[in-house]
């Protein structure tokens, strides 16, 4: 039984007894990895009450950009890419579309994997160093929050997604969400975290995570995003409810991992962006409750081929993501029943 099929078949008001074996494997990795895996909480913002949720998209294509690089840190050798031709063009494309997607309105713009301008090149990096601190004016001035993609960080040896927020100062880094996982395969090897923690950001329209592409994939971390979001009677109010996942990607494999963000969108209860390398199509994917909003057409609007500006009322937003709660909670309460002072009561659930 593949992961989707788990997640349909826990759809019913109680369990089919096919599905025991698959919740069982996922209730081993719940109770494995609990103890640290607790999410880091990051806030970037006050509560602000807004009638719509606007995100831009920006897709750029990089594969035919990268160049690697080999490098010993402490014995072991890592395998990193840099952005290395034709740095000016996507250096000014990369800037372009967050300016285009910040006049559109976007409380949120996420781009895919390994975008962010990048170089080996003294020069080209100087550059770059400016582009963060215009990055850092635009998230104050618009008042919105950039997943700027992601690079390799040469130095440290770690995959990391920059993050500028409206509460940044002028002299500090952004924040950085570590990549959680190598992709060997692809011929990346990168230093991952020693504590593998899922960090949540909380702005003022709702907390947000990252999952860097091949994070999706693992079981361990997906089941700590599920459980976070489940909301138990007896915390409402203080639960790290993440209402949004964005998942920056540089992935050929278009068959699942659209299919992945749509698992997770549907047993999260969450809004998942998929936003991948343009030479990958599709190139992007948005996801709520276990449904594809890109085909229901109705929230999609295309500025260029780069940039779609993906927009959403609260109350739709609201209302797709408790309908989703209602179906996976049973699946939830048979993965979660080794621990004794869960109060399953939903007498009280939203």
Not at 109 to 138: D, V
Not at 210 to 221: K, P, V
Not at 319 to 326: D, N
Request: proline share 5%.
């Amino acid at each position: 039984m593949d992961y989707r099929e788990k997640i349909g078949s826990v759809a019913n008001d109680t369990i089919r007894p096919n599905t025991i074996e698959s919740l069982a494997h996922l209730r081993k990795m719940y109770e494995a990895t609990s103890d640290y895996m607790v999410p880091a909480k990051i806030e970037l913002g006050p509560e602000e009450r807004t009638k719509e949720l606007r995100i831009g998209i920006i897709s750029l294509p990089v594969t035919n950009l990268l160049e690697a690089f080999s490098k010993r840190w402490r014995g072991e050798s890592y395998h990193y890419y840099l952005l290395e031709r034709n740095f000016e063009k996507h250096f000014e494309i990369f800037e372009e579309n967050i300016l285009i997607a910040s006049e559109h309105g976007a409380q949120f713009i996420c781009l895919n994997e390994l975008s962010f301008p990048n170089s080996g090149n003294f020069m080209k990096a100087r550059k770059a160093r400016k582009l963060f601190q215009k990055l850092r004016r635009i998230a104050i001035e618009k008042r919105i929050f950039i997943i700027a993609g992601s690079y390799h960080d040469q130095r440290e040896l770690f995959n990391v997604s920059p993050i500028f927020h409206p509460q940044i100062q002028s002299q500090t880094n952004p924040e950085a969400y570590k990549k959680l996982s190598s992709a060997f395969r692809a011929g990346e090897y990168i230093r991952v975290p020693n504590i593998r923690r899922i960090q949540y950001y909380e702005t003022p329209y709702g907390k947000f995570s990252i999952f860097l592409c091949l994070d999706s994939y693992d079981l361990s971390l997906v089941s700590r995003l599920i459980i976070s979001n489940y909301r138990w009677p007896r915390d409402r109010g203080e639960r790290e409810y993440i209402d949004i996942l964005f998942v920056p990607s540089l992935n050929p494999d278009m068959e699942r991992a659209p299919e992945i963000c749509l698992d997770i969108s549907f047993t999260a209860a969450n809004l998942v962006i998929f936003t991948n390398c343009k030479t990958y199509q599709p190139n992007f994917g948005v996801f709520l409750g276990g449904k594809d909003l890109v085909k229901e057409g109705n929230y999609i609007t295309e500025v260029n081929e780069y940039l779609k500006i993906f927009s959403i009322t609260k109350d739709t937003f609201n209302l797709r993501r408790l309908e989703a709660e209602e179906k996976y909670r049973n699946a939830l309460k048979y993965v979660l029943s080794f621990k004794p002072d869960i109060d399953f009561s939903f007498d009280s659930f939203i």
